[in-house]
């Protein structure tokens, strides 16, 4: 079975993708600085493994480190090839991603998430392993008006933390040119990613005060901290914006089917949306929370937040036809998971 080396593998996508990969089989190198997260999601992870009766011995292996570091995963390439079970390929899902911090502090997320990419790329290269998945994210469109973003709509970020997402892209573009197509990667672009493990022993676990939507609605049903909408006169069906909520299961799927396409076919670069194609107002969701999980969602209204864009919606029949991936849970479902995941683990993984 394929070696994988995972960055930020125990963050909230990684260590969901983390459980999906060892479900499949394969064997993983897993490194995070634990910035924004904590190993004891591997923990849980096992635990998942484990009431499935799924033999992970040896082939969970975490190494805390930092990419900004490019000696250390040198020596994760290294100390594999040596040991005879070389990396086949990356799923690099570390970096910083609090876009209001990005504004106030740029040079931190430049130095994380560019130079962390940087070294990481450039290790690959040396080391001959040529495959990857990086985790994009829809902030690359910035305040797109399509009705429906696909993989050509216009490209224009509005924020530090999309141009470093951006830069990276190019990055890879560039690696991958037209003459000399050496490597296979494949860039996800993630909507808006929620809800948890159906278990709920894995979930969202910020270390900081969370400002997605998602983390703050669950907050104000746990804590009664009421949410802010931010606006109600934006031109939609009840006024709130729209976003594409996209299972983290169904996402953690999408990088085992990307990874797999990569191994299975010829050298490539491809751009790919992960959504489901479908919008849901603020509202909506916080309507559909309160009614799968029959709690309160205490909120107001409040000014529009700058920068917002009224409806981001994937256009997903890239992913869909290229990697035969589709996303299967419903928003009733991301709701469900995702307060599962509050009500068994109050304090996150402490
Ligand atoms: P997360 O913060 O839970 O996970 C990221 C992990 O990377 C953390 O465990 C953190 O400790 C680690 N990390 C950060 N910098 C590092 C470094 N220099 N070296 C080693 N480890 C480092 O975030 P997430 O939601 O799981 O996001 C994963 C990836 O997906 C990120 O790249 C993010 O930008 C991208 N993304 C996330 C969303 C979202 O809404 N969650 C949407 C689009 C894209
Ligand atoms: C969703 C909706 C808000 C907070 C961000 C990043 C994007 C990607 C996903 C990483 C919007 C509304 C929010 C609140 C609210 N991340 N909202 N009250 O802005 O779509 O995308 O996360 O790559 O890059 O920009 O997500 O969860 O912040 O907002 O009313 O307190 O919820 O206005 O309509 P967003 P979000």
Request: hydrophobic share 35%; net charge positive.
């Amino acid at each position: 079975m394929k070696r994988i080396l995972i960055t930020g593998g125990t963050g909230f996508i990684g260590s969901h993708t983390v459980s999906c990969l060892l479900e499949k089989g394969f064997d993983l190198c897993i490194v995070d600085s634990l910035i924004n997260s904590s190993k004891k999601s591997l923990e849980r992870v096992k635990e998942i493994l484990k009431k499935k009766n799924i033999d992970i011995n040896e082939k969970i292996n975490f190494f805390k480190g930092d990419l900004r570091d490019k000696s250390f995963i040198d020596s994760l390439f290294k100390s594999s090839a040596k040991e005879g079970k070389p990396i086949d390929g990356v799923i690099h899902f570390a970096g910083l991603k609090a876009v209001a911090e990005s504004v106030v502090d740029p040079i931190k997320y430049w130095d994380n998430n560019v130079i962390g990419s940087f070294n990481l790329i450039k290790s690959m290269n040396e080391n001959n392993c040529k495959t990857i998945v990086f985790s994009s994210s829809a902030t690359v469109y910035g305040n797109n008006s399509d009705q429906l973003i696909s993989e050509s709509s216009n490209i224009n970020t509005i924020n530090p933390y999309g141009s470093t997402k951006l830069v990276v892209e190019n990055l890879l573009n560039d690696i991958q040119d037209k003459n000399s197509r050496k490597w296979k990667i494949a860039i996800l672009r993630y909507f808006n990613p929620i809800g948890a493990h159906h278990s709920g022993l894995i979930g969202e676990n910020p270390l900081e005060k969370p400002n997605n939507v998602f983390p703050l609605i669950i907050n104000a049903a746990y804590e009664k901290d009421r949410l802010k909408v931010f606006g109600n006169d934006w031109p939609t069906h009840d006024g709130t914006c729209i976003r594409d909520y996209i299972h983290v299961m169904d996402l953690a799927e999408a990088h085992i089917t990307a990874i797999d396409y990569l191994f299975k076919n010829n050298n490539q670069l491809i751009n790919l949306n992960i959504g489901t194609g479908k919008g849901y107002s603020v509202l909506d969701l916080i309507k559909t929370f309160e009614k799968v999980n029959n709690v309160e969602v205490p909120f107001i209204f409040s000014n529009r937040r700058d920068g917002d864009s009224c409806k981001l919606v994937a256009n997903n029949l890239k992913a869909k036809q290229i990697l035969n991936w589709n996303p299967l849970r419903s928003l009733e479902d991301m709701c469900r998971d995702g307060w599962r995941w509050k009500q068994m683990n109050p304090k996150g993984y402490f």
